[in-house]
Nanobody
Framework: QVRLAESGGGSVQAGGSLRLSCAAS????????LGWFRQAPGKEREWVAR??????YLSDSVKGRWTISRDNAKNVMTLQMDNLKPEDSAMYYC???????????????WGQGTQVAVSS
């Protein structure tokens, strides 16, 4: 069993910054892959960042603005979100799953989500 505890999020003006953290606990093999996903009202959930034990990936929509990092000793993944845009507003979820190719799939554990609101 895996438990994911998210923190961070909030409201900010466009151009501002926020930091999200996800702390994982349980069988490490079940959270080999950690990722951040977001879902805006009326839209499907989309991935924005993901991390294996070493490799990290960012979606094109956030590349150059955001940074993902992972502390394997503490089992914490952090998403530093800079230069936020109104279109980044969404509920952000931390997901976890076992090792898959580039951590593209297999996310079966989810956090409760944290809201990010960016005003123009």
């Amino acid at each position: 069993q895996v438990r994911l505890a998210e923190s961070g999020g909030g409201s900010v003006q466009a151009g501002g910054s926020l930091r999200l953290s996800c702390a994982a606990s349980g069988d490490w093999r079940s959270f080999y892959c950690l990722g951040w996903f977001r879902q805006a009202p009326g839209k499907e959930r989309e991935w924005v960042a993901r991390s294996g034990l070493i490799d990290t990936y960012l979606s094109d929509s956030v590349k150059g603005r955001w940074t993902i990092s992972r502390d394997n000793a503490k089992n914490v993944m952090t998403l530093q979100m800079d230069n936020l845009k109104p279109e980044d507003s969404a509920m952000y979820y931390c997901g976890a799953g076992p090792a898959t190719r580039n951590c593209e799939s297999g996310y079966s554990y989810w956090g409760q989500g944290t809201q990010v609101a960016v005003s123009s």
